[in-house]
Nanobody
Framework: QVQLVESGGGSVQAGGSLRLSCANS????????MGWFRQAPGKEREFVAA????????YYADSVKGRFTISRDNAKNTVYLQMNSLKPEDTAVYYC???????????????WGQGTQITVSS
């Protein structure tokens, strides 16, 4: 089975960096595309980044291109989100998700982590 657990969240000043990890306790991680989504207070959940099963293709929201990098290590059953040059607008709860395709819609993902809070201060 798939059980996703995020880690690495916290508070940082604008311009700083954080690295999120999402680990799967099961052994079927390699069978899924992975995505990162975020939800800020009062806003709907939005797409951040996604990566296909092999890790050879990545996708990013325009708002994070050039600043965030998604990667995965299938041997460790873990997906990462490196976040650089963080802005206050990046403040949100970040969720990792597993699905069949690295789509931009949350509806396409089957399994979700519980989320981790990212707070970026000015």
């Amino acid at each position: 089975q798939v059980q996703l657990v995020e880690s690495g969240g916290g508070s940082v000043q604008a311009g700083g960096s954080l690295r999120l990890s999402c680990a799967n306790s099961g052994r079927t991680f390699i069978d899924y595309a992975m995505g990162w989504f975020r939800q800020a207070p009062g806003k709907e959940r939005e797409f951040v980044a996604a990566i296909n099963r092999s890790g050879g293709s990545t996708y990013y929201a325009d708002s994070v291109k050039g600043r965030f990098t998604i990667s995965r290590d299938n041997a460790k059953n873990t997906v990462y989100l490196q976040m650089n040059s963080l802005k206050p607008e990046d403040t949100a709860v970040y969720y990792c998700a597993a699905g069949l395709l690295p789509g931009v819609s949350g509806a396409g993902y089957i399994h979700w982590g519980q989320g981790t809070q990212i707070t970026v201060s000015s």
